[in-house]
């Protein structure tokens, strides 16, 4: 932390530009990973999503786009996965969703504050209490999946099941590495000596 506040105060003190080119955003859910869903409830066209019991590819990932080994060339991607089986010195149950803002996002967009919970707005993440509770939504879901619009899926009661995420923390952060300059930080003073040595070399005498 303390070398990157150096870098940007560097940078801001010489008016030297610098822009974000990738964000990841992290929810990590103290609960199974069988509890939790999520998808997208604003789809982009062209990019291919995960219907809700469609199969995927690992037990204990679940992908919300559809990439087909493409995904370093797409603005964003995010999924859902077993964090306590990844890193194997958690001893209790956490589900992380992740969000992925890729270089091909921050070529076409800027970031600006509020962008971050605007990006995660557009995907529900589900918790539900009981298996039981989570198939009947899923079913009930799945049956509108293809043609629900937006703001109508309040209507099949997910709302009660929401994870609401605030990435004002991360914006806030990310706002204010843009005004940390050099005179803000408590960085040792250099001294220079100005006093010259000459080195005086004696003629030889004719």
């Not at 493409?70 to 991607?77: F, G, L």
């Not at 990844?86 to 970031?111: A, D, H, M, V």
């Not at 198939?135 to 609401?164: F, K, M, N, P």
């Amino acid at each position: 932390m303390d070398c990157l506040r150096r870098v940007v105060a560097f940078l801001n003190s010489n008016m030297i530009q610098f822009s974000y080119t990738g964000i990841d955003i992290a929810v990590d859910i103290k609960c199974p990973f069988r509890h939790v869903y999520a998808f997208c409830n604003k789809k982009a066209a062209g990019v291919k999503y995960y219907k809700v019991f469609e199969y995927q590819p690992y037990s204990t990932t679940h992908y919300i786009e559809k990439y087909d080994n493409t995904h370093n060339r797409v603005m964003k991607r995010s999924y859902l996965y077993d964090k306590s089986i990844k890193e194997n010195n958690i001893t209790y149950p956490i589900t992380r969703f992740e969000l992925k803002l890729q270089s091909s996002f921050f070529n076409r967009y800027s970031y600006q504050y509020g962008m971050l919970q605007d990006e995660i707005n557009r995907y529900h993440i589900l918790y539900f209490p009981t298996l039981q509770e989570k198939d009947a939504a899923l079913s009930l879901y799945a049956q509108h999946e293809d043609t629900i619009r937006r703001r109508d899926l309040h209507t099949l009661g997910l709302e009660r099941y929401r994870i609401y995420p605030d990435t004002s923390a991360i914006e806030n952060f990310l706002m204010g590495l843009y005004n940390v300059y050099e005179h803000d930080l408590d960085l040792p003073v250099v001294e220079v000596d100005s006093e010259f040595d000459f080195l005086f070399v004696e003629e030889p005498e004719v």
